[in-house]
């Protein structure tokens, strides 16, 4: 039965007439889905609270970050006590360098590392780098793949722009996008015929590892090798936007789970523990190309926010020291949460592809395999909307978009699972 969510409308309705659609993030207006956003006041472990007094299990966590539910007690004492001492200084603080150490820690490929305030930061930051670094203007990039609104990414971006049926973005000038190449994921026939015409040309390539923005895609075995053997072959970088799987895959992220070794990374969400916060890093003769070093500019009067710098150590600290709990109990519960709901489906008929690593995972309404973004778009949007309709109406709060990932956090337990797996059987009817 639909939830009331009578003050939540009228909340949009105001919204709407200071924000454009209502909202400061394109997704959250639920066009993709149907019906109204609901708003909300709080959270806890792994529930969201709505002004009407709705409770949801949430299967979003912040599009990724959240790991350890919301108002982790250890990182909400830090905040607390950060704030204490003040909000922002535009100065530099001892937390920069211990958050780094952590990070550098837990990925061996980061030797040295900078931090900005967003995904879209690191990835736009590491883009220009690798561009300065090599002396090279021409950028590779995956279909379906989001790395963030800088003009050059949006080029089939997915993501957001896959869900709203936008082709690109009005407003990026076609002399930016014509350095962008886009390719198919898992095909490294096209990446080398690419090399093969522009072999002095491409600067980098950018990939996330596994795609979270075309909703959970694995990379085909020998696929992350074969790109990181082409473009150091041809004195590319290799930049692997960890932006959602780092720390979020394993405490080393998707590399250490592919075993594979980039030029850069890019890093954010888990990483500033729910407040805004990036990275980027990698070999340090790459980074020594940053000012004031180097002749590259990167530059940010809120980089190192000493509330983002606090919940990113107490988050990390925690997922260090419980390694071992952490992405074990997150394996298992998510396995049990995706496979149960295919299990569902299969017994009813319902055409769907699950494809999961880790604590991600996406059920694409097709009866394709799923394995890159042209593969996504063949699952059915309108069913996608109706289940998700009937799941946020049985209490649980799914990403509002078939082309985006879905997440677990150490919050979600039996009883959480069973909620799910409940809420699915009526929704699947």
Not at 106 to 132: D, N, Q, W, Y
Request: glycine fraction near 10%.
């Amino acid at each position: 039965m639909p939830r009331s969510l009578i003050r939540s409308h009228h909340l949009q309705q105001r919204a709407e007439k200071f924000l454009p659609g209502g909202v400061d993030s394109p997704v959250r207006a639920f066009r993709a889905v149907g019906g109204y956003p609901p708003f909300l006041t709080h959270a806890e472990g792994a529930y969201l609270y709505d002004e009407d007094g709705n409770r949801y299990l949430d299967l979003f966590g912040s599009w990724g970050p959240m790991i350890l539910g919301h108002a982790f007690p250890t990182v909400v004492e830090a905040i607390q006590q950060a704030a204490a001492n003040g909000a922002s200084f535009g100065a530099s603080i001892a937390a920069e360098a211990n958050l780094a150490e952590l990070v550098t820690h837990c990925f061996p490929s980061i030797e040295k590392l900078r931090f900005v305030s967003s995904g879209t930061e690191a990835c736009m930051s590491a883009i220009r780098l690798a561009r300065g670094f090599t002396g090279r203007n021409f950028v590779i990039k995956f279909e379906g793949c989001y790395h963030g609104h800088s003009d050059a990414m949006l080029v089939k971006a997915g993501s957001g722009i896959a869900t709203l049926g936008i082709p690109g973005s009005a407003g990026v000038p076609a002399e930016t996008a014509m350095h962008t190449l886009a390719l198919p994921f898992n095909d490294l026939d096209a990446i080398a015929s690419v090399f093969a015409a522009r072999p002095h040309d491409i600067a980098c390539a950018i990939v996330e590892p596994v795609v979270g923005n075309a909703g959970t895609i694995p990379p085909a075995p020998g696929y992350l090798e074969g790109l990181r053997a082409l473009t150091a072959q041809h004195g590319a970088l290799l930049i692997l936007d960890e932006v959602m799987t780092g720390f979020r895959l394993s405490l080393g992220g998707a590399q250490q789970i592919y075993n594979i070794q980039p030029d850069l990374t890019t890093l954010g969400k888990i990483i500033g523990g729910g407040l805004p916060c990036g990275a980027f890093g990698g070999r340090a003769d790459i980074m020594q190309h940053l000012a004031p070093l180097g002749p590259v500019y990167q530059a940010g009067t809120l980089s190192g926010n000493p509330l983002a710098m606090a919940a990113g150590i107490a988050t990390l600290r925690h997922l260090i020291d419980h390694e071992e709990d952490v992405y074990n109990n997150l394996e298992q519960t998510t396995a049990i949460i995706a496979e149960g709901v295919a299990r569902i489906t299969q017994d009813r008929n319902i055409p769907l592809t699950t494809n999961r690593v880790g604590s991600m995972f996406t059920w694409f309404f097709t009866s394709q395999p799923v394995t890159n973004f042209a593969s996504a778009v063949t699952s059915d949007t309108a069913v996608f909307g109706q289940f998700h309709r009937a799941m946020l109406d049985a209490g649980v709060w799914l990403p509002p978009s078939q082309f985006e990932a879905a997440f677990v956090s150490t919050a979600h337990g039996p009883t959480e699972t069973a909620i799910i797996l409940e809420a699915a059987r009526h929704a699947l009817t």
